[in-house]
């Protein structure tokens, strides 16, 4: 069945660091879109960051992380990577990874995607 699993959440202090995993499971043999979300209580999902499974190419963020997150994928062990680095407290969320239709367009819009992971928290605090 496939799958996504997100891990390498929990709290750090302002301006601290985190990498989240994504580790999926049969999405890697095709070309298609993988993202990371986040949802803040009360709040919409909304795109943080997102690379073709393929890697190699492009990758998209959004504004209020750009220069301080990367997204990263390792095709051979199926595995999509969250760097955050200098985190502030409007970085806490649930974060999810997700993946795309197979060669859609690549993009931040949550409805683009079609399969979720569960989530992991990161929680920054001052």
């Not at 993988?34 to 492009?58: D, H, L, T």
Request: glycine share 14%; hydrophobic share 35%; with cysteine.
């Amino acid at each position: 069945q496939v799958q996504l699993v997100e891990s390498g959440g929990g709290s750090v202090q302002v301006g601290g660091s985190l990498t989240l995993s994504c580790a999926a499971s049969g999405y890697m043999d095709s070309r298609r879109c993988m993202g990371w979300f986040r949802q803040a209580p009360g709040k919409e999902r909304v795109g943080v960051a997102a690379i073709w499974s393929s890697g190699g190419g492009s990758t998209y963020y959004a504004d209020s992380v750009k220069g301080r997150f990367t997204i990263s994928i390792d095709s051979a062990k199926n595995m999509v990577y969250l760097q955050m680095h200098s985190l502030k407290p409007e970085d806490s969320a649930m974060y999810y990874c997700a993946a795309g239709y197979a060669l859609a367009a690549c993009t931040l819009s949550p409805g683009s995607f079609r399969t979720w992971g569960q989530g992991t928290q990161v929680t920054v605090s001052s």
